[in-house]
T-cell receptor
Framework: DGGITQSPKYLFRKEGQNVTLSCEQN?????MYWYRQDPGQGLRLIYY???????QKGDIAEGYSVSREKKESFPLTVTSAQKNPTAFYLC??????????????FGSGTQLSVL | KQEVTQIPAALSVPEGENLVLNCSFT??????LQWFRQDPGKGLTSLLL?????REQTSGRLNASLDKSSGRSTLYIAASQPGDSATYLC????????????FGQGTTLQVKP
């Protein structure tokens, strides 16, 4: 089955710790995205990648880092600089970044909580 | 700056009722508007995408309309079922903000049997 796989489903972070969320897709999509969702709020863009070895900051990139060494993988690291990391994190992909009318495909999400 | 608002935040209806979910946006310069469904603790599933040149899109019991000039979209759900219970989010892709979607905060729908 083609799709986007996020792992783990639940993740706990201790104060001062960096944690990495995994996102893998087998849709052969060029563009990948990370969104953060807080209760009762819409999704906010953290980082996006148009193509391998490229990534750009979104609207709330502070305290996060990413890499895009392979087309199918776009891991997100939540660093200790992110003071309010508790949220639901969603990874998404699309065929191309700036294609006018295409849909986003989402993974099932990772819930990150602080111990 | 584009802002997307969805009202109401929550809605509860009896099974079988027809209902309308609302989405408004502040900047009419958009490429498209999408409606998504999100089940609790899950990712988003795209339901309908309306291009800026279109007025509406239909899929089964769902119909989405777009009025760019007034900055509004509606999602009409006919003959609602308990399985329709979920959070529905709309998102716009702005022509001045290439590649990025701006999301509303969602409407949580409960359909009671």
């Amino acid at each position: 089955d083609g799709g986007i796989t996020q792992s783990p489903k639940y993740l706990f972070r201790k104060e001062g710790q960096n944690v990495t969320l995994s996102c893998e897709q087998n849709l052969n999509h060029d563009a990948m995205y990370w969104y953060r969702q807080d209760p009762g709020q819409g999704l906010r863009l953290i980082y996006y990648s148009q193509i391998v070895n490229d990534f750009q900051k979104g609207d709330i990139a502070e305290g996060y880092s990413v890499s895009r060494e392979k087309k199918e993988s776009f891991p997100l690291t939540v660093t200790s600089a992110q003071k309010n990391p508790t949220a639901f994190y969603l990874c998404a992909s699309s065929i191309e970044f700036d294609r006018t009318n295409e849909k986003l495909f989402f993974g099932s999400g990772t819930q990150l909580s602080v111990l | 700056k584009q802002e997307v608002t969805q009202i109401p935040a929550a809605l509860s209806v009896p099974e079988g009722e027809n209902l309308v979910l609302n989405c408004s946006f502040t900047d009419s310069a958009i490429y498209n508007l999408q409606w998504f469904r999100q089940d609790p603790g899950k990712g988003l599933t795209s339901l309908l995408l309306i291009q800026s040149s279109q007025r509406e899109q239909t899929s089964g019991r769902l119909n989405a309309s777009l009025d760019k000039s007034s900055g509004r979209s509606t999602l009409y759900i006919a003959a609602s079922q308990p399985g329709d219970s979920a959070t529905y989010l709309c998102a716009v892709k702005g022509s001045s903000n290439t590649g990025k979607l701006i999301f509303g905060q969602g409407t949580t729908l409960q359909v009671k049997p």
